[in-house]
């Protein structure tokens, strides 16, 4: 158990923001991290998007917490 104190910054890690991972891949992972921090995220990339990122899933992923209501 990681206590109710515990409050996770970023968390997405920047590999899912590549071409070759594949878009259920990031959804799956931003639902999980999402649903085992409730109320103690605050969610973005890990390190840098870097320079082969899809910028879109960026995006997607805002558009995932808003579907969520968390957004």
Do not use: N, Q, T, W
């Amino acid at each position: 158990a990681l206590g109710d104190e515990m409050v996770i910054l970023d968390g997405i890690p920047y590999l899912l923001f590549l071409p070759h991972v594949s878009v259920d891949v990031l959804e799956k992972f931003v639902k999980r991290i999402v649903e085992l921090f409730e109320g103690r995220l605050i969610l973005g990339i890990s390190d840098e998007l870097p320079p082969p990122a899809d910028v879109k899933r960026v995006k997607l992923v805002s558009r995932l917490l808003e579907k969520l209501g968390k957004g």
